[in-house]
């Protein structure tokens, strides 16, 4: 019997180790879905949008560490994953986009449902391929792995003509697919180059022999290298204070002795004079990205910067490292750990104690009775911590008061755009983690704007039993866009007052249990119902409307020109 190309990229697929899709349907990809179906080995999740497919995809990849697939039709299908594709790409998230394209003889004509996808998603993929026939088809589904999960990992496109789905393949290719291991990373390094790499090595080690005040800054690359306790160890051995960002958060116990919290815009007192304090900051797969760095001329004006990461095009992108290390941390990292010698600073761990490790005190309900959404958050944050859970945030305000208040975590159980900053993220990420890890709680905290932006995601939840408690942390408001209004726009909270929906009303319509909240001392019950809940269950968190993220480095400041909240009296 004939092998179509459908039934070809079905076995390339599984070839790899694929075992869910995320997406959604339509003419083009219908031989695809129709193999898929046949072939019964491959897990298709049924988003009810593109995007909440690009972003459970990229929610199952975060928490294992493998390649997340999402699948969508040609045209407004495939233009849907691009913020998506965007917002792996800026995490450095690995996955691999299939979309159906129009059949090969009405390319270029303005077919129904033609859209130049590989033009759209260029700049926000790390690659992109056209299946030009159905026998090119497993080597095309090789190569894209491999680039997804290279070097710095990010998404890779396959567009894949209707007719290239059902043509059908030479005998050959087939057996070549059968007998074609999954693609092995290619060797690392060795030569002149290799040597080179060590002598650094062993320079950046001599200076942090040297270092009196010296400070770690911890990325979402060590998570990706998996060189997470090798940190931890390395942090120990040379009493090393940690920063974690926000992509990095859960590649160091926040509760550490060590560790400082999170550095940055809104970072914690103690990270960010730390920083500007410090006489040497090793950078251990990070970007040193705007948010990290404000003002680039200002950021640790007194250290040396050393800069470890697998990518070259980010090193002296923004802050010029006095030497820099490109290479794999797994390899790296271990020969940097070796030359370290073990040392303790008494004088500078004092130092550090002189500022807050907290990013700001809390404070009682609100005038209106409210709860202040970081007191609530916190108790969220324990109960994500002590049990083991996941937690996916989406953007704003409560994003960064979750990333302030968040415990100790498992690696890979904090997701979030960081890059982006793309709203509606949390809902569809969250499910992509829960199907990844049906044991584990899996917690979605987002805004009432952001949850609004993919809300559709929750009747997927349903549908797939999807184990989640979602936390809308309801403030009325666009609250990041509102606290930067009232900051610098002399409070013209111009379109940024938003209405919304009954929460639980809505929830209860999708046939998931949910509760209002609105005083400061039913929150921990609450919590601990959704907790014990089988899930999906649902929190319409009601906040003080006016709360703002402290401590915020103005735009323009250096890290150590932080604002902090105005006191409150406390009667
Ligand atoms: C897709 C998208 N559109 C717009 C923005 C700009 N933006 C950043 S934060 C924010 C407000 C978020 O409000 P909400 O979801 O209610 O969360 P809160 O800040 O109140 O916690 C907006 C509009 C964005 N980050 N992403």
């Not at 199952?60 to 917002?87: D, K």
């Not at 690659?127 to 159905?134: C, H, N």
């Not at 941390?329 to 940097?336: D, E, F, G, Q, S």
């Not at 829960?434 to 979605?444: G, K, L, Q, S, T």
Request: glycine share 10%; charged share 20%; hydrophobic share 45%.
């Amino acid at each position: 019997m004939k092998t179509t190309g459908a039934e070809i990229l079905c076995q390339a697929l599984h070839a790899q180790g694929v075992r869910v899709l995320f997406g959604h349907p339509g003419g083009a990809i219908l031989p695809f879905y129709d193999a898929v179906h046949r072939d019964g080995r491959l897990r298709h999740v049924l988003t009810r949008h593109e995007q909440g497919a690009a972003h459970a995809a990229d929610g199952w990849a975060r928490v294992t560490g493998e390649v997340g697939v999402c699948v969508s039709t040609s045209g407004p299908g495939a233009t849907n994953l691009v913020t998506g594709l965007a917002t792996a790409m800026a995490d450095s998230v690995p996955m691999v986009a299939i979309t159906g394209q129009v059949a090969r003889a009405v390319m270029g004509t303005e077919a129904f449902q033609e859209t130049d996808v590989l033009g759209v998603t260029a700049p926000v993929t790390k690659y992109g391929f056209l299946a030009r026939t159905a026998d090119e088809i497993p080597g095309i589904v090789a190569e894209a792995f491999r680039i997804a999960r290279s070097g710095r990992p990010g998404p890779v496109l396959i567009d894949v003509p209707k007719d290239v789905q059902t043509e059908a393949v030479t005998e050959g290719v087939r057996a070549a697919l059968a007998c074609s291991p999954v693609e092995a990373p290619p060797p690392a390094a060795a030569g002149a180059d290799d040597a080179l790499m060590r002598a650094k090595i062993r320079r950046a080690a001599a200076l942090v022999d040297r270092a009196e005040r010296p400070v770690l800054m911890v990325g979402r690359g060590v998570l990706v290298a998996g060189v997470v306790e090798a940190v931890r160890k390395l942090a120990e051995w040379a009493d090393l204070p940690v920063v974690t960002t926000l992509l990095g958060l859960d590649a160091f116990p926040a509760e550490h002795p060590l560790a400082l919290g999170l550095p940055g815009m809104h970072g914690t007192p103690r990270a960010n004079h730390a920083i500007q304090e410090s006489d040497l900051v090793l950078g251990l797969g990070l970007r040193f990205d705007d948010r990290i760095v404000g003002r680039a001329e200002g950021f640790a004006p007194r250290a040396r910067i050393v800069h470890f990461d697998i990518d070259p095009s980010v090193v002296g992108r923004t802050v010029r490292p006095f030497l820099s290390v490109v290479g794999d941390l797994a390899t790296t990292l271990p020969l940097l750990a070796s030359h370290v010698r073990p040392r303790v600073r008494p004088s500078w761990t004092s130092r550090l104690r002189a500022w807050d490790r907290e990013a700001e005190p809390l404070t009682p309900a609100s005038a209106e009775g409210l709860p202040h959404a970081r007191t609530a958050l916190r108790v969220v944050a324990a109960q994500i911590s002590r049990t083991g859970g996941i937690v996916a945030t989406d953007v704003g305000q409560h994003q960064m008061w979750l990333a302030q208040e968040l415990p100790d975590v498992e690696p890979r159980s904090h997701l979030t755009s960081g890059g982006m900053g793309t709203m509606g993220y949390a809902l569809p990420a969250a499910i992509g983690a829960a199907i990844a890890c049906p044991e584990r709680d899996v917690w979605v905290v987002a805004g009432d704007g952001g949850f609004q932006m993919n809300i559709q995601e929750l009747a997927t939840a349903v549908q797939e039993r999807c184990r989640l408690r979602i936390v809308v942390v309801n403030n009325g408001f666009l609250g990041m866009v509102r606290q930067w209004q009232e900051m610098f726009y002399d409070r013209r909270y111009a379109a940024s007052e938003l209405s919304g929906p009954d929460f639980v009303a809505v929830a209860l319509a999708y046939g998931i249990p949910g509760r209002t909240v609105a005083c400061g001392a039913a929150v921990g019950d609450a919590v601990a119902w959704a907790g014990a809940e089988e899930g999906p269950a649902l929190l319409d968190l009601r906040v003080a409307r006016e709360d703002n993220v402290y401590p915020f480095v103005p735009a323009g400041a250096a890290l150590d020109e932080f604002v902090v909240a105005p006191r409150v009296a406390v009667s």
